[in-house]
Nanobody
Framework: QVQLVESGGGLVQAGGSLRLSCAASGRTLSTLAMGWFRQAPGKEREFVAA????????YYADSVKGRFTISRDNVKNTVYLQMNSLKPEDTAVYYC???????????????WGQGTQVLVSS
């Protein structure tokens, strides 16, 4: 069983930055593709970003491309989401997710974290 614990959320002004972290346990991180999703109030959960097992490939939703960067440290068993130039529409609960390959993440991850709240004020 894989446990995912997010941290780093909070309140930030528009234009600011935050870095989310996702600590994984229960399995060696290098065996998992990792991703971030978010869910805004009243909306469905949506894909944000994904990274392959060795970090060689990354994928982003069009809405965050150029502003967010996903990365991973397989030694520390941690995945990051650097969020820059934040906008009020980025306000959501952000969830870390894991699966065997990046393609499986977009269709339905095997594991989810509990989420961390990001609030961007205008």
């Amino acid at each position: 069983q894989v446990q995912l614990v997010e941290s780093g959320g909070g309140l930030v002004q528009a234009g600011g930055s935050l870095r989310l972290s996702c600590a994984a346990s229960g399995r060696t991180l290098s065996t998992l593709a990792m991703g971030w999703f978010r869910q805004a109030p009243g909306k469905e959960r949506e894909f944000v970003a994904a990274i392959s097992r060795n970090g060689g490939y990354t994928y982003y939703a069009d809405s965050v491309k150029g502003r967010f960067t996903i990365s991973r440290d397989n030694v520390k068993n941690t995945v990051y989401l650097q969020m820059n130039s934040l906008k009020p529409e980025d306000t959501a609960v952000y969830y870390c997710a894991a699966g065997p390959v990046t393609a499986s993440l977009r269709s339905g991850p095997d594991y989810w974290g509990q989420g961390t709240q990001v609030l961007v004020s205008s």
